[in-house]
């Protein structure tokens, strides 16, 4: 089956900086990859996805790349604010299990 | 708009007692749900997930059992707790065409139990 490995487990930026989180799948076969993130006491949502066929996605200060031949995939933040603090996932998804295998998680802290 | 309900936010229950956690689902039909738990603050451990009435695949071998009695109803359920059932439960609903994209998580349901 799919192994997601996520990387750092802790992340701690100040704020304006820039924070990457990244993942490496095993499945070649898996094509779509979201990243959640979750507040304190909450369930996680949903901030950017990327498909396999796309190297690259923004969305204001997040970015998701995706490098299919090394499988691998990343997160990047920029101009960090202490709202960004929170735990983030990564999943993969594809290739016949359309069940998400999610990393570990990365708890980003951001201090002001 | 879909909106993705779960209950109760909070919950202490002794040890050898019976749990029901409840999760609905509106605005959407036939949708895919899921149960996940947390422990120890971090990873999202797939309990249970179902893509209709009655059928309900399960991941782990545990003391937990669900059930979904409607379209848009999804309930984790335990007999007797252990105290290893701790944890924060998570209740999450995706759209039928495929499962797995795009979860829609519920607020969850910190479990403790003593």
């Known amino acids: 089956g799919e192994n997601v490995e996520q990387h750092p487990s802790t992340l701690s930026v100040q704020e304006g900086d820039s924070a990457v989180i990244k993942c490496t799948y095993s499945?070649?076969?898996?094509?779509?990859f979201p990243w959640y993130k979750q507040e304190l006491g909450k369930g996680p949502q949903l901030i950017i996805d990327?498909?396999?066929?796309?190297g690259e996605k923004k969305d204001q200060r997040i970015a998701v790349t995706l490098n299919k031949t090394a499988k691998h995939f990343s997160l990047h933040i920029t101009e960090t604010q202490p709202e960004d603090s929170a735990v983030y996932f990564c999943?993969?998804?594809?290739?016949?299990?359309?069940?998400?295998?999610f990393g570990r998680g990365t708890s980003l802290i951001v201090h002001p | 708009s879909q909106t993705i309900h779960q209950w109760p936010a909070t919950l202490v229950q002794p040890v050898g007692s019976p749990l029901s956690l409840e999760c609905t689902v509106e605005?959407?039909?036939?949708?895919?749900l899921y149960w996940y738990r947390q422990a120890a603050g971090r990873g999202l451990q797939l309990l249970f997930y179902?893509?209709?009435?009655?059928?309900i695949s399960s991941e782990v071998p545990q003391n937990l059992s669900a059930s979904r009695p409607q379209d848009r109803q999804f309930i984790l359920s335990s007999k007797k707790l252990l105290l290893s059932d701790s944890g924060f439960y998570l209740c999450?609903?995706?759209?039928?065409?495929?499962?797995?994209?795009?979860?829609?998580f519920g607020s969850g349901t910190q479990l403790s139990v003593l």
């Open positions: 179902s893509v209709g009435i009655g059928q």
């Open positions: 999943a993969a998804i594809g290739g016949g299990s359309y069940i998400p295998t």
């Open positions: 499945d070649s076969a898996s094509n779509y």
């Open positions: 999450a609903w995706s759209k039928p065409t495929g499962l797995g994209e795009k979860l829609f």
């Open positions: 990327i498909r396999s066929n796309v």
């Open positions: 605005g959407t039909s036939n949708p895919n």
